[in-house]
């Protein structure tokens, strides 16, 4: 396909092209959000499709990826790239609240300072903070866009890669930053072009996890979707097909990946469902996922990793048969120790009806025993196959003393069925613009001062009475653990990480070199890690 016919008639200059930059820096500053992760060691879709839909253009024109974390360390050799480059491309978004052991995410108050030290140089502002504002981190209302304005001369509301493919042929000046993809036909041949930036990342090499997006968008946006949540902005999901997702993949395995985690989306049961945009829990495509998660596994023979993230309960909920069967299907072809992070947010029926969340507390239980007893089983790792994850939220409208409690209350009953959780999220809203929750901002920020002991009190209480006793029925002592990366040393210990959704923190009272590959055995369960020997 001409990549002429990936632009609208308006867009198509008789003149043709020129041009008008050859020397490009990406300063990956992170992003999270609902649908995508990009901190270290995961590696998200923007770098890729940035650089992609450049060489898309022109494979000579040069491309720089920095990440944050390597401008830290390096700030005058950084500086001394960008001042010698035509453009700095700055990616940022930590819209969801989190926290990381392999990076930072780029704060605000860096903006301000690189953006100073780069005054004279062009600066464009990429991913979900141009978007929806800049996150802060939980319990944070969003830096605005307008303000934001004022640091960088463009900020790319619309998909990366139309823009940057606009600017490589048409110049800059006749660059829409607005326009939205209508179909993957540009992203798919940017993720091809851009595959190769992954070479550049640091983790490059040892446990670099590259975010695959399968679509964009949520499909409860026919009610809005929940009230925080940037996802159903987007309007009716958009889906690429199973073989150009595979193609993707096969070119980032030439190029040496091995861990891929199906994460840039908000449910993966809904993929290429038939009926979405009728239905607010579209019945799962299980022939699209047999197709995709079989693909991948011909065309990356020796990958090492293949996980999922977002999984809507609600789909679980309202298509129990056709759920089972789906992720029956994932983990025949995944790798274990893979984790279906569910969005609950609340098990108070007042904050799940006031904030339009997706399933009440009774669902979401039946949601989290349903894939118990399809993914509990251990594979060769040491991990159970597929668990649940569970996310709260705090700060939602509706929130009263009793939220806390009800919270806690249905916590304890996972214990009590036996029920296995792979992590807990405990977090505060971060308030972003252009979402519902955005009109209640002063309703939020009042609430999450009102009731900070209250979360203080029972984010330590879930994290001794529960957090620590399910990890220690899902890592018993004695467990052997395969295939942990050594990531950092912390004193007189190292951490080290299985690459995938949510690995464990396995604590080892030695000194080992970094980024060696270990077996361990646990010795010990503390509430968030376990303590190892090696073996």
């Known amino acids: ?69 390597t401008v830290r360390s390096n ?99 006749r660059a829409d930053p607005y326009r939205m993809r209508e179909t993957y036909d540009l992203a798919n041949q940017a993720f091809i072009y851009g595959s190769r930036i992954i070479k550049q990342h640091p983790n490059y090499g040892w446990n670099l996890i590259v975010e695959i997006e399968t679509f964009r968008g949520c499909p409860r946006y026919i009610t809005g979707g929940c009230s925080f949540c940037i996802e159903p902005r987007y309007g009716k999901p958009l889906y690429r097909r199973p073989e150009d997702i595979v193609r993707e993949i096969k070119q980032l395995y030439n190029f040496g990946a ?32 047999r197709k995709l998660f079989l693909g991948i596994r011909n065309n990356a023979p020796g990958l090492r990793v293949l996980h999922i993230d977002n999984v809507n309960p609600g789909t679980i909920i ?46 979401a239980i039946e949601a989290i025993r349903i894939i118990n007893q399809v993914g509990s089983h251990r594979g060769w790792n040491g991990l159970p196959h597929l668990l649940p994850g569970i996310n709260l939220l705090y700060g939602l409208p509706g929130e009263t003393k009793e939220t806390y409690i009800l919270n806690y209350e249905y916590l304890s009953r996972l214990l009590q069925e036996n029920l296995l959780v792979r992590r807990i999220n405990i977090r505060k809203v971060t308030v972003l613009e252009n979402t519902p929750l955005w009109l209640k901002k002063n309703t939020v920020y009042k609430l999450l001062r009102k009731h900070q002991g209250l979360y203080t009190k029972y984010r330590l209480k879930i994290m001794n009475n529960i957090d620590k006793p399910m990890l220690k029925k899902i890592l018993p002592p004695g467990t052997l653990m395969r295939y942990l990366y050594v990531e950092k040393q912390v004193g007189n210990h190292v ?4 690459p995938g959704s949510y690995p464990i923190a396995v604590k080892i009272p030695y000194s080992l070199p970094l980024r060696k590959i270990i077996d361990a055995r646990i010795k010990s369960i503390a509430a968030k890690s376990v303590l190892a020997e090696p073996v």
């Not at 993929?271 to 996922?289: H, R, S, V």
């Not at 951490?495 to 299985?498: E, G, L, N, S």
């Open 1 to 69: 396909m001409s990549t002429n016919s990936f632009l609208p008639t308006h867009k198509l200059f008789s003149h043709g092209y020129k041009v008008l930059f050859k020397k490009v820096i990406i300063l990956d500053g992170y992003t999270d959000e609902p649908a995508g992760l990009g901190v270290p060691p995961y590696i998200n879709t923007y770098p890729r499709l940035i650089a992609g839909a450049i060489w898309v253009v022109d494979k000579t024109i040069h491309v720089k990826y920095w990440t944050i974390d």
């Open 75 to 173: 700030l005058n050799k950084f500086i001394q790239e960008a001042t010698q480059s035509d453009m700095i491309v700055f990616i940022a978004g930590p819209e969801v609240p989190g926290k990381y052991i392999g990076g930072t995410p780029l704060r605000f108050n860096e903006v301000e300072k690189l953006c100073f030290l780069l005054r004279d140089k062009t600066k464009i502002l990429v991913g979900p903070a141009a978007r929806y504002g800049f996150g802060g981190g939980g319990g944070t209302i969003a830096v605005e866009r307008i303000r934001l304005k004022k640091y960088f001369d463009e900020l790319v509301i619309g998909d990366p890669e139309i823009y940057f493919y606009e600017s490589a042929k048409y110049g800059l000046e």
């Open 258 to 289: 091995r861990h891929y985690r199906l994460g840039k989306q908000p449910d993966i049961l809904a993929y290429m469902a038939k009926d979405t945009g009728t239905k607010e829990f579209p019945e799962p495509n299980t022939d699209a996922l």
């Open 318 to 363: 309202h298509n129990k048969s056709k759920a089972i069967e789906a992720m029956k299907i994932i983990i025949k072809y995944h790798t274990p120790g893979d984790v279906a992070a569910l969005g609950i947010e609340s098990f108070d029926p007042r904050v799940v009806k006031m904030n339009n969340l997706k399933v009440t507390p009774e669902e």
């Open 495 to 498: 951490i080290a990480r299985m």
